[in-house]
């Protein structure tokens, strides 16, 4: 897989992309993450990417032409285009996984006060993160290129998203331990101590569904 994403501040990245798994996954030549600066693309000679609103406001507004030349620039039939915005349509992991089977996306992170609403036209996909308002997309492509990432084959071994919270089964995770058995007087449940691996996935199934009703009950409806 391929992922463009389209900043004005590639340097945010920087420790995303050279730590961890995600740098894993790049030097194993599971995907390919390149960051293109659509300031690059500006015709306005001082580099100007953005310019008032029509109608007056606060703020300054991404203009559609460096972004539309970039984006004519890079896409193919293969490419899907996402914009980041607090407008979009929820994130959810059902999403993470069907992008994680596309070949080619890219990926449009706003910045300042907003972008001229017919950069909308270039996307197949408007997503919004969660209910908060961020500086920019920066985080949120983070937040979607991470999580499609983790999910393309031999990035991570399948077991360990399979009990994903948010899979298809709509639970929260299962609670985890690790030793000591006993720490400052906390004990690790003792089914998972007992060695019998049906009790033990019984008690996981039981525990995912009391944090959820707890926790989440919206994800039970
Ligand atoms: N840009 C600013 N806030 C955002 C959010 N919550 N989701 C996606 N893009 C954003």
Redesign the pocket.
Known sequence: MKIDILTLFPDMFNGFITESIIKRAIENKHVEVNFINFRDYTNDPHGKVDDTPYGGGAGMVLACQPIFDCVKAIRTAESKVIL???S?VP?KQKMAYDLSKEKHLIII???YEGFDDRIETLADYL???????????E???M?LADSIIRLIPGVINESSHLNDSFNENYLLDYPTFTKPAEYEGLKVPEVLISGDHQKINEWRYQESVKRTKERRPDLLK
């Not at 997503?127 to 997309?137: A, C, F, M, R």
């Open positions: 980041l915005t607090p979009g994130y992170c706003g910045h997503i919004s993160i969660g209910d908060y308002v961020l500086t920019g997309g985080v949120p492509a937040v």
